[in-house]
């Protein structure tokens, strides 16, 4: 479902107020200190934060943010403060981010924050977006769309509710029991609430979703506020209680699994049989970074959609961070491969309705101008689509944390070994490279060698890229894709391609291959390759690890090669500490860092990045509940 932006309005004393639902975002002339008052007092904070490793909120109706603004800055200014702060809120209609900050203005004791977030607000298309503030220490995690179809697939445990969002009477969903009943589940141990509403029907729905409920006096005009507490005494997931793990491979999924793991005070044993990161399927010269819509917004694209933003957010950090990872937002043309996909290209926009920034469909004049050549069709543009150098990004992701991060180069792993203490990986000598109680398999191809991953259906394609020198300031300096891909020059070279060749392993470059890339680049650019000569023509081969539905592996790996296809994925047996990163294909750029981000939050105990059903649908245990079909060239 399309997003749909609120619109800025006020009431007739400037209070912000909502002409859709007929109600005002904040009392009049209170709003900050409401949010002090009703949400951050009314769970007993700081103090239940205070000495904690995390600590989660979770809010109904974001608005336009000031409970969070608010919360934060409360945070900041607490010495004794948790390690890192999560807040997650659900909201149907976001504001713009240039209409946030006219609403920020008016608290200008805000503003150093509001700033930060509005530097950081995301594209406004539906799903979850995780946002990294404060140096990583406060995490945000927006549920951007209908709360009675996110929260059930929010998987988190909240110490803390903020149940904010218009009356009851002007927006009845929000408030419904149905929804409430969903706290409930998303209640940690002892979890607090607390609202300005005192509405019976509310206070009988979180009485049955497990809250003891209390009146307290209330902020302004309301004489009374709702505080409860959560009966729930179930213990929540057990954490490793040393945080020290050992990933294998440094490339894309490896690199990006051990900074998330760091950003959270992780000791990480990285292993690599090469001489640094990324020189293996990670290598290429220029990658291409960009989502791949589809009219029925299928689950294909929505983890593209989700693993592009959020890497986008990922690059942005380590650039302003000073680490030297060679990227350029310079935007991805994705050009029609014929009027007839170009007509469903228009209808998928036509029909999701996408913020401009992410998405709009051009027409043949203007994606020739965007390119820089003339072309015979139009497309879908990214504006914030890019290309990125993958080994500069693996390298950058293993410099960001020197103290905790260790690497193991020219290492080979000949065998993965399991003991009451984890994991150990031992070299062809049989000597110990290293262990740790959690080991992440992120080794490309090599994970089909190792025998605790039998059960993981990972196959091998061969890609070929074709490198040819570039003239300085020439066309194109965009990405553009129609079937393969040319990228913006880097140090005088393009790259242009690539092959996809299942369970092919010649590592030396093909003539053949040459002239497919050269195909593909004249199709994507007519008349371009003319003067392109096979002839002393260089690149690079690379095997990609591939799964049979195109989409990766993440989580814990299956113990055993069968299982009846009625049994949950939960209930299937896993190696105890085991992970795998894996599965990529062709999009290890899409999908590097928002898969580590959602292995780390798993194995920290913090809320997930992703709906739960894409949690699922990534398991590396599904394949066992249904048949594996042939393997399919990526598209």
């Known amino acids: 479902m399309p997003i749909d932006p609120a619109r800025l309005a006020f009431t007739d004393d400037g209070t912000p107020c909502s002409a859709a639902f007929g109600d005002v ?25 205070q000495g904690r490793e995390h600590f989660t909120i979770l809010e109904t109706g974001f608005g336009f943010g000031l409970n969070f603004l608010a919360t934060w800055e409360a945070w900041r200014a607490d010495p004794k403060r948790c390690e890192r702060l999560h807040f997650v809120s659900v909201e149907r209609h976001p504001f713009t981010r240039e209409d946030l900050a006219t609403l920020h203005a008016r608290w200008p004791e805000l503003a150093p924050l509001a700033a930060e977030l509005a530097d950081n607000w ?101 004489r009374k506020m709702c505080r409860a507490r959560h009966r729930g005494v179930a213990p929540l997931p057990a954490s490793p209680a040393a945080k020290h793990a050992l990933v294998v491979g440094a490339g894309l999924a490896g690199s990006a699994t051990a900074e998330r793991l760091a950003a959270r005070g992780w000791r990480v044993d990285v292993i690599d049989a090469a001489g640094g990161p990324g020189e293996g399927a990670s290598g290429n010269l220029t990658g291409v970074l960009r989502p791949l819509p589809s009219l029925d917004d299928n689950r294909l694209a929505r983890i593209t959609r989700a693993g592009a933003l959020y890497g986008l957010h990922h690059l942005r950090r380590l650039t302003e961070a000073g680490l030297p990872v060679r990227w350029d937002a310079c935007g991805v043309l994705h050009l029609a491969r014929d009027p007839v996909h170009e007509g469903k290209q228009r209808r998928i926009v036509e029909a999701h309705r996408p913020p401009s920034d992410y998405l709009r469909f051009v027409e043949r004049d203007e994606a020739s101008a965007l390119a820089g050549w003339p072309l015979p069709v139009g497309g879908w543009w990214f504006p914030q689509g890019a290309w990125v150098s993958p080994p500069s990004l693996c390298a950058a992701n293993l410099m960001t944390r020197p103290d905790l991060i260790r690497c193991h180069y020219g290492r080979a792993m000949q065998r993965l070994e399991a003991s009451v203490d984890g994991w150990t990986a031992f070299d062809a000598d049989g000597k110990a490279i290293a262990s740790a109680p959690v080991a992440v398999l992120a080794n490309g191809v090599g994970i089909r060698a190792v025998p605790q991953a039998a059960a993981l259906p990972v196959r091998s394609a061969r890609g070929q890229v074709t490198h040819f020198p570039a003239a300085t300031g020439s066309s194109p300096n965009v990405v553009v894709c129609r079937l393969g891909y040319v990228a913006p020059a880097l140090d005088g070279v393009r790259s242009a391609g690539a092959t996809f060749s299942v369970d092919d392993d010649e590592p030396a470059l093909r003539d053949a291959d040459q002239r497919e890339n050269l195909a593909k680049l004249e199709f994507i650019l007519p008349g371009y390759a003319k003067e392109v000569r096979i002839a002393g023509l260089a690149g690079r081969v690379g095997f990609r690890p591939a799964s049979p539905d195109r989409l990766p592996m993440v989580g814990e790996v299956p113990a055993v090669l069968r299982a009846d296809r009625a049994t949950p994925l939960a209930q299937i047996p896993r190696h105890p500490g085991l992970y795998a990163v894996a599965g990529f294909g062709a999009r290890g750029l899409v999908w590097a860092s928002l898969a580590a981000e959602l292995l780390a939050s798993r194995l920290a105990g913090e809320p997930l990045p992703l709906e739960r059903d894409l949690v699922d649908a990534l398991d590396p245990a599904r394949y066992l509940l249904r048949p594996v079909r042939g393997m399919t060239r990526e598209g």
């Open 122 to 222: 995301p594209a406004l298309t539906p799903g979850m977006h995780r946002l990294h503030l404060d140096g990583g220490r406060v995490v945000l995690t927006l549920l951007l769309g209908d709360a009675r179809e996110l929260l059930p697939q929010l998987e988190c445990h909240a110490d803390a509710f903020f149940l904010d969002g218009f009356s009851p009477a002007r927006n009845p969903e929000l408030w419904s029991a149905v929804l409430l009943a969903e706290l409930g589940r998303l209640a940690a141990p002892d979890a607090t609430l607390a609202t300005w509403s005192v509405c019976g029907d509310v206070r009988r729905a979180l009485i049955a979703a497990g809250f003891d409920c209390e009146k307290a006096p209330g902020f302004g005009s309301k």
């Open 25 to 49: 975002y904040h009392p009049r002339g209170g709003g900050l200190e409401q949010a002090r008052f009703v949400f951050i007092a009314g769970n007993g904070l700081p103090e239940r934060w």
